[in-house]
């Protein structure tokens, strides 16, 4: 997704943009560009491909000047292209823009321009803005900034110079994510936090049709009606080493490895033995969760493989009917929410562009949303009713891994926190649950020592076409979220199936030598679990099967196996998911794939 910085200040802008981009880089980009009011003179250098070509560009023919606007982009609308890449300029290369998200009526627009002389170069949505800009600007750069906003449909984030008024920098934004950095005589704008956190912690969040206009004076924050704002600074507190690859080869490797203390931070506070679970975003009160009829969980892509396991969790817990839905789906197919509807949303970077209709859809509707959500400050944090935070970290691989285990625990917290109130379960056993979810992070840290088994099978196993995940029950949850990994950092077809679903097609598939990952962590099910195994085992499949200690009997039946240390089972996702994240880091690695930037994927997707 692209990636937006911003700078006005006292230092050379150039080495303060790329900077920032590089931060930028986990949410996925094509090209990357940078604009430099350079002695009065609007300087552009953009380029396709890595950052590392931009800077190369600007070795060769650097750009001095204190105000700059820098992009990566993630193409949607042209290929990407050193044409398409911003900044987009108008003709006479005065007004220079950066953006994130769809203007979809720019065709619209595009037609309106040309009929009043102006021409296009690019192919992007992108390019009406500066020429919008143009048409506007009447000596004050807000103001045409804001006439041209108020002419495009859908979603922004922007950032704008100009020749004009050398000084400044304006943004705005609607439904993309942007931050105001502010510093000492310097200020930023920027798509995430990550970005400015060399320069400054001090930041204010910007709403839907927030303005900022900055000048090495300061900033002010401005309405789409051209008032000013007062808002307070947010203090971030966490440390820009966080976002750094630590000594480990890739990101997602010490995010895998960052769980425990990501566990741990996301229980803090909220779980404790002999107390009750406090949860200090969410207000919902005891009456309101007694009137809670339904539930929706919805969300995308790894985030919606944790609510699959909060559906169980919940509904045992709880005795609350729970549908699970995925986001892109639910916003269109008109479902039956009412008063009596309550609707979570997960989501890592809390701006996932499907989630976030869902969410408003649901509102609509006059349901209750509580948000799990990585991000402070982010969209869905903001526009749900109540939050749960999922103290994670910033988690840069793009695939998720330390995301996914603490929404976990946000859905056995939920799931606690509503059969405490609703006292569908004994205090006993809640208070088992908290016990064993208090020792899950020893447990990761126990489960991450034991990395040969997986370095073995995927040695042997790299280079198949297709791969198997079975599981029932709470095991088919996390054979999904297997399954979904090992697609994304490997681009090994796999599919996951609830085990006792195989002789209704799929089995149809297993020949000598296929790939099965089978789950076999739930008591009640494990002799079922055994049968299916054997089911593929007959038909020549290679299994590789992960069960509690002590379910050593497995052995017989599979051709390797991986042991966890025991917990209450209902939490066995949190240690099963653990040896699948790195299988398919494993795989990965043995194919020579880009692991933390796998191809055709951005980290965060906030558009359609
Ligand atoms: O930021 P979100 O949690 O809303 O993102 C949802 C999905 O795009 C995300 O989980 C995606 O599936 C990841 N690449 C999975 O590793």
Known sequence: MCGIVGYVGNKQAAPVLINGLSKLEYRGYDSAGVAIIEEDILKVSKCKGRLANLEAKLEKAPIKGVVGIGHTRWATHGEPSDLNSHPHSNTKETISVVHNGIIENYIHLREWLTSKGYKFESETDTEVIPHLVDYYYDGNLEAAVMKAVSKMEGSYAIGVVTTYEPGKLVAVRKDSPLVVGVGKGEYFIASDIPAILNYTRDVYFLNDKEFVVMTSEGVKLMSDEGDEIKKDIFHVTWDADAAEKGGYEHF????????????????????????????????????????????????????????????????????????????????????????????????????????????REAKKSSARVIAITNVVGSSVSREADDVLYTWAGPEIAVASTKAYVTQLIAMYIIALFFAQ?????????????????????????????????????????????????????????????????????????????????????????IEKGTIVIALATQEELFEKMVSNIKEVKTRGANVLAFAFEGNDTIEKTVDSALYLPRTNEILAPVLSVVPLQLLSYYMSIQKGCDVDKPRNLAKSVTVE
């Open 252 to 359: 997602m490797l010490k995010e895998i490895h960052e769980q425990p203390k990501a566990i741990r931070d996301t229980m803090t506070s909220r779980i404790a033995l002999g107390k009750d679970i406090t949860l200090d975003k969410i207000t919902i009160t005891k009456e309101q969760i007694a009137n809670i009829d339904k539930i929706y969980i919805v969300a995308c892509g790894t985030a919606y493989h944790a609510g699959v396991v909060g559906k169980y969790v919940i509904e045992k817990l709880t005795r609350i009917p729970v549908e699970i839905d995925i986001a892109s789906e639910f916003r269109y197919r008109n479902p039956i929410i009412d008063k009596r509807t309550l609707m979570i949303v997960i989501s890592q970077s809390g701006e996932t562009a499907d989630t976030l209709a869902a969410l």
């Open 421 to 509: 109130n609703k006292k569908t379960v004994s205090d006993e056993a809640i208070e088992e649950i908290k016990e064993a979810m208090l020792s899950l992070p020893e447990k990761v840290e126990e489960v991450l020592t034991n990395k040969e088994v997986l370095q073995r099978f995927a040695s042997k196993t790299y280079m198949h076409k297709d791969m198997f995940f079975l599981g029932r029950g709470l095991d088919y949850a996390v054979a999904m979220e297997g399954s979904l990994k090992l697609k994304e950092i490997s681009y090994i077809h796999s599919e996951a199936y609830a085990a006792g679903e195989l002789k209704h097609g799929p089995i149809a598939l």
